[in-house]
């Protein structure tokens, strides 16, 4: 696991844009179970978060249509959160950065 003052700035770039962090497996459940849409996105350390994914959830939030609820765990630091989200993303190998859309609780996309 990564240190937490090494992935602060990390989390920090999808909290600011209001991004609901997921830190453990009981918040993953309650909220990607909701009704509705919700995104959640695997963050990690990697530079295909730094350099891709991150900036692009940043720029898919300024769009007019948003799902109901934007999420995040960080793998490599909540581990359990990051499996239990996983879990949701059934036919997909484990993969970060990832973002899922969920609708109902049920993946739609990948």
């Known amino acids: 696991m990564y240190p937490e003052f090494f992935i602060a700035p ?3 770039e999808l909290t600011r844009l209001g991004v609901v962090e997921l830190r453990t497996a009981d918040q993953v459940d309650a909220t990607l179970t909701k009704e509705g ?3 959640v996105v695997v963050n990690s350390v990697c530079g295909c978060a730094a350099g891709r994914a991150r900036p692009g959830i940043a720029l898919a939030l300024e769009h007019s249509v948003k799902p109901d609820v934007v ?16 879990s ?3 036919g997909y190998p484990p993969s970060s950065p990832a973002v899922a859309l969920l609708r109902d609780g049920k993946l739609i996309y990948m």
């Open 10 to 12: 990390m989390r920090d």
């Open 37 to 39: 849409t919700v995104m």
């Open 71 to 86: 999420s995040t765990v960080f793998a490599g630091a909540d581990v359990e959160a990051t499996e239990k989200a996983r």
């Open 88 to 90: 949701y993303f059934t």
